[in-house]
């Protein structure tokens, strides 16, 4: 693989790491606060992250996917 490709590929991991562990802190902060209560604002803080992680995750797996279908068909 060439150099820009590894960093873009250690960029896309780094930023799901992150999105993850902030979606992780705000869901034990929600929990350590009022652990029966799921309206809190730290909760759905975190469920909204949780979804862009999801969203953003699903979405780059499938382009790049994609583009190896086409590479495999040019070759």
């Not at 693989?1 to 960029?11: K, T």
């Not at 909760?43 to 499938?62: E, G, P, T």
């Amino acid at each position: 693989m060439f150099p820009s490709v590894l960093s873009r590929e250690a960029l896309l991991i780094n930023r799901a790491l992150e999105l993850f562990k902030a979606s992780v802190y705000f869901l034990s902060k929600s929990f350590s606060l009022s652990p029966k209560k799921k309206k809190s604002p730290y909760y759905l803080h975190a469920i909204s992250l949780l979804h862009i992680y999801q969203y953003w995750w699903y979405s780059d797996f499938m382009i790049n996917i994609r583009s190896e279908i086409q590479i495999f068909r040019l070759a």
